[in-house]
């Protein structure tokens, strides 16, 4: 039987809503987890980071539990996290980086990724931007000699730059050094938390 010109207008308009609420529920990033301290909970809250940061992992040979400290630390899981705005007698100004995302990452550091890789991403979508710490990490390893496991060294290479984690710029600045050690920490109990919720 022959399908009518009004059948098939009526299916290509069903299939663009389908689309349509598809892509509009792929964008929508949520709240963040709501046991940011768990990653068995973060994973069974958002199922389907588990498989981007499975993804990044096999890609960049990056520990799953140390990107996702890294990424608790830069923007505590927030899609659109920034700097806080500086003030002057209660006027907000400019904010102090261009950090930006679920991985606080800069904007010329961010150019610097999407070239190497050879394609446009996302600092608010959570796939690129674990995507992005673990080829980051991955930088560091290579780079700077630093082992994939070291969480509280790739997390002041992370902070500081690849430059400023050469000069030692971090040795002064003994709350960055506080900061690393918690990131290290929180490293060491996902480690835990995957290894028992895998």
Request: glycine share 6%; proline share 5%; hydrophobic share 30%.
């Amino acid at each position: 039987m022959k399908e009518s010109s009004s059948d098939a207008f009526y299916g290509r308009y069903r299939f663009s809503i389908l689309v349509f609420i598809a892509v509009f529920l792929t964008s929508c990033a949520g709240p963040p987890p709501k046991d940011p301290n768990n990653l068995c909970s973060i994973f069974d809250d958002k199922w389907s980071w588990e498989r981007s940061a499975k993804r990044a992992e096999r890609s960049w040979n990056s520990p799953i539990p140390v990107m996702m400290a890294i990424m608790k630390q830069e923007s505590a899981y927030v899609d659109d996290a920034k700097p806080p705005r500086g003030r002057f007698l209660g006027i907000p100004l400019w904010r102090k980086s261009s950090s930006y995302g679920y991985a606080q990452a800069k904007d010329e550091t961010w150019r610097w990724y999407e070239r190497s890789i050879g394609k446009n991403r996302d600092r608010d979508d959570f796939s690129d931007a674990i995507d992005f710490i673990g080829w980051y990490n991955n930088q560091s390893v290579r780079t700077l000699g630093i082992s994939r496991t070291d969480t509280f060294s790739l997390y002041l290479a992370y902070h500081e730059g690849h430059g400023g984690y050469r000069q030692g710029t971090y040795r002064g600045k003994q709350w960055l050094i506080n900061v690393a050690a918690r990131v290290r920490d929180q490293a060491a109990r996902y480690t835990q938390q995957y290894n028992s919720c895998s």
